[in-house]
Structure formats: C-alpha cells, structure tokens
T-cell receptor
Framework: DAGVTQSPTHLIKTRGQQVTLRCSPK?????VSWYQQALGQGPQFIFQ???????QRGNFPDRFSGHQFPNYSSELNVNALLLGDSALYLC???????????FGPGTRLLVL | EDKVVQSPLSLVVHEGDTVTLNCSYE??????LLWYKQEKKAPTFLFML????IEKKSGRLSSILDKKELSSILNITATQTGDSAIYLC???????????FGTGTRLQVFP
C-alpha cells in the first residue's frame, strides 16, 4: 500500500522564478492538503483540495496556487519566488474530513 | 487567532529516561488533537485524540487529552536513541478540516 509520495525531493530556484511541486495521495484517499514548514517551525496550512476544488485556504498570498486532478493527485505552484519561500513543502492526504492526515516526505525548496 | 503551543522547545535526556511533552491549544473550533513524530522530513502519525481522559498507548508511547485544560501530554517511557526526533502537536479545526501545528519539541536521547 503506497503512502503519500512527493516529487521532486529537492529543488533550487532563484528569486522571481516559478516552481511546481507534485503529490500523489495514499491509496484510497481523495483529499489533499499542502503545508509549508520553515526551518525550526511547525507546518503551516496552505490549502486543501477535494473533488478537484480548493476547499480551504490558509493565510498565503495568491502567488501560491494549486490543482487537483481526477486521479486525486495534486500540484502546488508558487510564482514570483521570494527568499522567504525557502522551506519544506509537505503534502498530506486523508479519506474523509476528520480522518487522520498522512504526510509525504516533502519537497525541500531553496530559493537563492 | 487559533494557536497551539508546545513545551519544552527542546529536551535532552539519556537512554532509559521517561519524558513528558506538553501541548496546549486555543482554537475556535476543535475536532481532534494529533501527535506526529518528525525525524527527517515526513511527519509520521502517532495518535489522534478526540475524547478527554482516555489514554491512547502504543508501546512505550502514550498520550491523553484534557479538554477542560485545553491540553494534551505525550509520554515516552524508557527512551531510546531512536526516539530522537521532533514531536509535533496539531489540532484539527473541525469545520475547516485544517491542522494547526505547534512549533514542536525537539527530543534528543543520548546513550
């Protein structure tokens, strides 16, 4: 039973560039949430996708956008990268609201 | 503003010691409290607590929720070096189905 997978594992970009991160949920899960974890901090909720729609959003600017595909996989896009966007980006999936969210290994993004 | 606070921020112990990690919360809507262990990247699920006073156990780890005090503790007995990690506490906000995390407690266990 494959868990949550994310790609790529690491990424280096320069300021102003755009990045796309990918996530495949755990088998049987249809809800995907994205989190940003800065160094020394707990994960912060970016947004959540269910049935290909953004269902909830945290306090992140519009530069952060996402998409969910019919197979429940998801993408996180960040435009006009800033140095402060350097972080570990985690994807989590669950089956139904209120059920445990399981996390992927994350993508570590470094913006120079 | 919803917030989750963990203490201590950091803990250094020797193998065999027992540790207690604390988590307190102030949120507008509560569905459950979760504990995760983060060693390198992926937080791995430990416990989900929804009812006050009912202890959940898994091997040497146990956790309990106190809804009156808006807090939870995670106990680890007979610690091992493999317990070294960051332990994250999160609250599920229910109607919004998003998790609010604390900053974590970094536990280091030395032989």
């Amino acid at each position: 039973d494959a868990g949550v997978t994310q790609s790529p594992t690491h990424l280096i970009k320069t300021r102003g560039q755009q990045v796309t991160l990918r996530c495949s949920p755990k088998s049987g899960h249809d809800t995907v949430s994205w989190y940003q974890q800065a160094l020394g901090q707990g994960p912060q909720f970016i947004f959540q996708y269910y049935e290909e729609e953004e269902r909830q959003r945290g306090n992140f600017p519009d530069r952060f956008s996402g998409h969910q595909f019919p197979n429940y996989s998801s993408e996180l896009n960040v435009n006009a990268l800033l140095l402060g966007d350097s972080a570990l980006y985690l994807c989590a999936s669950n089956r139904d609201p209120g059920e445990t969210q399981y996390f992927g290994p994350g993508t570590r993004l470094l913006v120079l | 503003e919803d917030k989750v606070v963990q203490s201590p921020l950091s803990l250094v112990v020797h193998e065999g010691d027992t540790v207690t990690l604390n988590c307190s919360y102030e949120v507008t809507n509560f569905r459950s409290l979760l504990w995760y262990k983060q060693e390198k990247k992926a937080p791995t699920f430990l416990f989900m607590l929804t009812s006050s006073g009912i202890e959940k156990k898994s091997g040497r780890l146990s956790s309990i929720l106190d809804k009156k005090e808006l807090s939870s503790i995670l106990n680890i007995t007979a610690t091992q070096t493999g317990d070294s990690a960051i332990y994250l506490c999160a609250v599920d906000l229910g109607n919004t189905d998003k998790l609010i995390f604390g900053t974590g407690t970094r536990l280091q266990v030395f032989p």
